[in-house]
């Protein structure tokens, strides 16, 4: 049985605060744990008054229920828009939170939440976009250090390539009702957000980055190191540079 937290008396266990439920209202009314693809499936076609189509959940909601431990202090989340004002919300506080939360929940408890807001008025976004700590990436998502970019130089100058050392790590949220559908969203969001085609994410991820589970049945963080002439165009680009301590 999943329920059975009684069975653990006297386990130790460490805690790391996170916020797993955070984000923008969505463009239409849905309980807050249903903003998000795979929870919000259960709507689809439900008997009360917030059932709704696949294609207007997926229009209404912003993925702001992501049950991530990455999105802790230090963290930066980056929200889509579709009320007037955004809308900003927070809510289901976890001391402790496994990747995958495969128990279906955490360690819950009270949290006093502080935010530093700012708005880009330019950015069109699918879906969230997130900027974990540096310890919380993934090792191929990390940004290259000097003595990387070093021997990266030396072996570009060796085979007469140049090499893309401009370059920063971000994190495209996805949701739906499998992981699999999931992915495939954060792959698509990552293809239309960048102006790249499915199989460059694809690649872009394997060798730069990987796909972590947030919460199971499906909501994952997609992560990959994004050239910045891509993300100073999305103006994002200085988020990530301060974010990482990057020039």
Known sequence: MLYRPATLAGTLARLRASIGNIGTTPSRMLPDSHNAGDFGASLVGAKHPYALSKEALDAAKTDGHLDSADVRPGAVLIAPMKVAGGGIYFGDAHAAIGEGELALHGVDGTAKV????????????????LLPVPEDLPFLARPFDAEELSIGDALAKTYGVSVASHVGPIQIIGTGETINEANDVAILRAAHLFGMSTSEVRNRCTINGGVKIARLPGAVQLSMLVPFPILDRLSIGDLVRAQYGLT
């Open 114 to 129: 502080r935010l530093r807001l700012q708005v880009l008025k330019e950015l069109t976004l699918e879906g969230p976009l």
